[in-house]
């Protein structure tokens, strides 16, 4: 069955510093991927979304790469600040599954000033 | 931008009653419109898939009996909770597809927090 799998534990890291999140999946070739910001109590807020046939997707400060081979999608935070603070979802999605998303369980990242 | 509403943000009721939670998109319209639950420190999960006019497609698991879901319009999709107990206490959020965007275009309301005594 497919799986999705990202950083279990919470990533903390230092204002200024580049934050990188995994999202890993196995048993199933994505057309695209896509990322979500969700804060306590409040529904996910698009981020980006990369295409299989891109292999890099940028937007201001964050960056997606999307590696087919490795079934892997790394999601970077480059100049993190306090207000980055949030939980991190991936969702990589079938063309044919009519927009349905399913979600990986995703990583709470905490930036320290 | 698009945005999509919930309603009630909030919700406290008894065991055996049943809970009708809205969601809208407000400036776009859209034929397909998910609902989620989400558990506390756990990812989102899918529960069904809300079609306009036509029946709504349940995920593996969820019962459509108890978790029925009406789309009567372009903007609108309601989830009703029946005969809520404490164990349907959840986050629940809905999705909504832009039809005038790419099929991968979703927006995501602000959840309805649901807590049955």
């Known amino acids: 069955s497919q799986k999705i799998e990202q950083n279990s534990e919470a990533l903390n890291i230092q204002e200024g510093k580049t934050a990188t999140l995994t999202c890993n999946y196995t048993n199933y070739s994505p057309a695209y991927l896509q990322w979500y910001r969700q804060d306590p109590g409040r529904g996910p807020v698009f981020l980006l979304l990369?295409?299989?046939?891109?292999k890099e997707k940028r937007k201001e400060r964050l960056k997606v790469t999307f590696d087919t081979t490795l079934k892997q999608s790394l999601f970077h935070i480059t100049a993190s600040q306090p207000a980055d603070s949030a939980t991190y979802l991936c969702?990589?999605?079938?063309?044919?599954?009519?927009?349905?998303?399913?979600f990986g369980q995703g990583t709470e990242l905490s930036v320290k000033p | 931008g698009a945005v999509v509403s919930q309603h009630p943000s909030r919700v406290i009721c008894k065991s055996g009653t049943s809970v009708k939670i809205e969601c809208r998109s407000l400036?776009?319209?859209?034929?397909?419109m998910f609902w989620y639950r989400q558990f506390p420190k756990q990812s989102l999960m899918l529960m069904a898939t809300?079609?306009?006019?036509?029946?709504?497609?349940?995920e593996q698991g969820v019962e459509k009996d108890k978790f029925l879901i009406n789309h009567a319009s372009l903007t609108l999709s309601t989830l009703t909770v029946t005969s809520a107990h404490p164990e349907d206490s959840s986050f629940y959020i809905c999705s909504a597809r832009d039809d005038g965007g790419g099929q991968e275009t979703q927006y995501f309301g602000p959840g309805t927090r649901l807590l049955v005594l």
């Open positions: 809300s079609n306009e006019g036509s029946k709504a497609t349940y």
């Open positions: 969702a990589p999605t079938l063309d044919n599954q009519g927009g349905k998303l399913i």
């Open positions: 990369i295409r299989e046939n891109e």
């Open positions: 400036d776009f319209q859209a034929t397909t």
